[in-house]
């Protein structure tokens, strides 16, 4: 089944306690984004990718690193979570972006 | 600039009622797309309908249908019918082709939420 993969679903965590989350497709898609979804903001482009070892910032990339090693897999990273950084974050990917975004499942994380 | 405004925070229908989510976008671009997404209770962005800037012709998909008019900058999205379990966030979504193109980004609004009552 064609699908891109989170993990985790959810996660709690202290602030400065640095975390990763995981997000694999296998689609082979090209482009890759992680998406953050706040009440009353809509969904804001955090870090894309448009390949291989191409990353670039979004809207709102404080606060956030990513890596793409290999075409299917590319994990957010927070090295120092604050509380500002509790959100709803989706990943996803897409062949060409005009074509639409598959999206993960979502990863609630609360920062305390 | 590339802005989607969907003036309508929350809908509450009953049940059987036809209901429509209003959605206006901003580009710069000539080329673009626009995209209506479901999030139902569970949490999962689901992908409804893609429309290029190039085919005003309206869509019907069921109960779902589509409304795009590029004179009003409008891509309006009608249920009809309407059932408990559409009740969801519907997002309206803007990628554009040159300016948005390269980084890959849609531009989503902020979302309509959509109770149906039984």
């Known amino acids: 089944e064609a699908q891109v993969t989170q993990n985790p679903r959810y996660l709690i965590t202290v602030t400065g306690k640095k975390l990763t989350v995981t997000c694999s497709q296998n689609m082979n898609h090209e482009y890759m984004s992680w998406y953050r979804q706040d009440p009353g903001l809509g969904l804001r482009q955090i870090y894309y990718?448009?390949?291989?070892?191409?990353?670039d910032k979004g809207d709102v990339p404080e606060g956030y690193k990513v890596s793409r090693k290999e075409k299917r897999n590319f994990p957010l990273i927070l090295e120092s979570p604050s509380p500002n950084q509790t959100s709803l974050y989706f990943c996803?990917?897409?062949?060409?972006?005009?074509?639409?975004?598959?999206f993960g499942s979502g990863t609630r994380l609360t920062v305390v | 600039a590339q802005k989607v405004t969907q003036a309508q925070t929350e809908i509450s229908v009953v049940e059987k009622e036809d209901v429509t989510l209003d959605c206006v976008y901003e580009?710069?671009?000539?080329?673009?797309?626009l995209f209506w997404y479901k999030q139902p209770p569970s949490g999962e962005l689901v992908f409804l309908i893609r429309?290029?800037?190039?085919?005003?012709q309206n869509e019907i998909s069921g109960r779902y249908s589509w409304n795009f008019q590029k004179s009003t900058s409008s891509f309006n999205f009608t249920i009809t019918a309407s059932q408990v379990v559409d009740s969801a966030v519907y997002f309206c979504a803007l990628s554009e082709a040159f300016y948005g193109g390269s980084q890959g980004n849609l531009i989503f609004g902020k979302g309509t939420k959509l109770s149906v009552k039984p």
């Open positions: 990718s448009m390949n291989v070892e191409v990353t």
């Open positions: 580009t710069r671009d000539t080329t673009y797309y």
């Open positions: 996803a990917s897409s062949l060409r972006p005009q074509g639409g975004y598959t």
């Open positions: 429309r290029n800037s190039f085919d005003e």
